[in-house]
């Protein structure tokens, strides 16, 4: 029997057991004799982790403006629906672990001194500041009880978090040697040590993930002899293999500390990939039935990369690299799949030096951007005691005569040559004398009429005693339009202006 135990970033990369490897062990569980024991933590992370997901892609519904095109209701419904996934995940996914026969594995009686302790002294996989780390050492502790359970089985432990569980550097299977994509790696060192004093080292394993395992188990059951292989690699036609390859995406994601890149980038991206003429090489080939065989897969390629720092610094790196994947053929040669999982680092790549500082040691470096995390007190602790005389060997003493070397004695006729004289006729030149008729050009004659068209005219029935009159020679009044200051001072008894009498004309009328 074969026991999988999956990390909560294997499950929850497949939410619902769907992915082509999880449908091949469940397919097969009875045949391959496997059992899947999932860690109870990693069963409540991983519907937390889940939930999360959907509901984040739930919210981006809200941002999609469909009234336009009456969907607003389907938008609604949508969402619901989405919920109702969400509400009822849980239950889903015990319900199909239960059907495969999974094992959800009860959280082994923990001494919380004894996980503070490991903690304390950063005993794997509790190896920093991280919030996982807790986690990380229950998931830990529930690997060994398993293996303790099952004392005479092999375990595989899948896990994509090679950062507190795998080897340090890129020892994946020895110093210096193997890839991330190898089956199985090496755990941490510390780890290593802990499985060996509990006598389990040799049973209990380390894959990074569920395709690998799934090509490595099939390859147990249905092998093919080496000599075997190389007679099916033959039949290849690898220059369309490598063709398939070079039409990969452009933006394909690569991991940077895979491909040992300088550690200042955090993020880059495929641009384009010319496979190299050295051969491929073929590992896990396993027969599947109908004319069929698989294997993964290694090649070497020049690869040129779109690279961007942790400050947004935009680059282009053009190096060597090995990719890694599977391959599905049909005899004698028929391609039926052919993938890419990584591009990783060559083993004599000399940059790989870069990222074989232990994983604390690079936590120290903030986002591997340049910026450097002082330990508190760090300061503190930096005093320089100069030596006695190093004050007086700062100062300067010019030599004798520096300072008269430093004036500037203008050679003979020097200012005589700064001073500007002009040539023969150039005040003249800059005379003004304009042309013939151009004072007279500037004269306006007015057309004819066009003064009589500015005398202002009074209209028919303006009345005289509207015009106004001369200033007053008496300062202590204001000169009044003429019949104005006699209306003035006509009013009635009652302050009002006196209208006109009975039987007189009104001068209005």
């Known amino acids: 029997m074969l026991v999988i135990i999956p990390d909560t970033n294997i499950l929850a990369a497949s939410p619902s057991l769907a992915s082509p490897a999880w449908q091949s062990l469940i397919q097969h569980r009875e045949e391959w004799q496997l059992q899947i024991v999932v860690p109870d933590v990693v069963l409540m992370e991983t519907v937390n982790v889940v939930r999360r997901s959907w509901t984040a892609e739930q919210e981006k519904l809200k941002g999609l403006k469909v009234g336009e095109f009456g969907l607003g209701d389907a938008a609604e419904a949508l969402h619901d629906g989405i919920q109702q996934h969400i509400d009822a995940y849980e239950g889903e996914l015990q319900r199909k672990l239960a059907d495969i026969g999974t094992r959800v594995f009860p959280m082994p009686p923990v001494d919380h001194l004894e996980v503070a302790r490991r903690a304390s002294n950063r005993t794997p996989p509790y190896q920093g500041e991280s919030k996982d780390g807790y986690r990380d050492t229950l998931i830990w502790l529930t690997v060994m009880a398993v293996a303790d359970e099952y004392s005479s089985e092999h375990i595989w432990f899948v896990s994509d978090n090679t950062k507190d569980f795998g080897p340090k550097g890129n020892d994946w299977t020895g110093p210096n040697i193997g890839a991330r994509t190898d089956c199985p790696i090496l755990f941490h060192p510390g780890l290593n040590q802990e499985l060996a004093s509990r006598g389990v080292a ?43 390859l070079e039409m990969m995406p452009k933006g394909s994601k690569v991991v940077p500390s895979e491909a040992a890149l300088n ?40 690869v040129e ?17 090995r990719l890694s994947g599977f391959v599905n053929i049909k005899q004698p040669n028929e391609v039926e799949k052919l993938e890419i999982t990584t591009m990783g ?39 320089f005691q100069p030596p006695s005389g190093f004050m007086e060997g700062l100062k300067f003493e010019p030599p004798a005569g520096f300072m008269e070397g430093l004036k ?11 001073k500007f004289e002009p040539p023969a006729g150039f005040m003249e030149g800059l005379k003004f004398e304009p042309p013939a008729g151009f004072m007279e050009g500037l004269k306006f004659e007015p057309p004819a ?30 000169a009044q339009p003429d019949g104005m200051e006699e209306a003035a001072n006509d009013k009635d008894e009652t302050g009002g202006p006196a209208g006109p009498t009975a039987g007189e004309e009104n001068p209005e009328s």
């Open 202 to 244: 040799k049973r209990v394993n380390f894959v990074t993930n569920l395709q690998l395992l799934e090509q490595h188990i099939a390859a147990l059951h249905g092998p093919i002899s080496p000599e075997e292989l190389a007679r099916l690699t033959s039949e290849l036609d690898f220059a369309s293999l490598n063709g398939i």
């Open 263 to 302: 550690p200042s980038i955090t993020q880059a991206f495929l641009h384009h990939l010319t496979v190299n003429e050295a051969p491929w090489n073929f590992t896990d080939a396993a027969r599947r039935g109908e004319g069929r065989w698989t294997a993964s897969y290694t090649a070497d390629a020049k």
């Open 305 to 321: 990369l779109t690279t961007f720092t942790g400050e947004g610094t935009p680059g282009v790196v053009t190096k060597d690299l």
């Open 345 to 383: 680092s060559l083993p004599d790549d000399p940059d790989r030096v870069l990222w074989e500082m232990d994983h604390d040691s690079l936590r120290g470096v903030a986002g591997f951007s340049g910026t450097f995390n002082l330990p508190p007190g760090f300061l503190d602790n930096v005093h």
């Open 408 to 418: 500037f004695e203008p050679p003979a006729g020097f200012m005589e040559g700064l």
């Open 449 to 478: 009429g066009f003064m009589e068209g500015l005398k202002f005219r009074l209209p028919p029935g303006f009345k005289t005693g509207n015009s106004p009159r001369k200033p007053s020679s008496d300062h202590g009044k204001v």
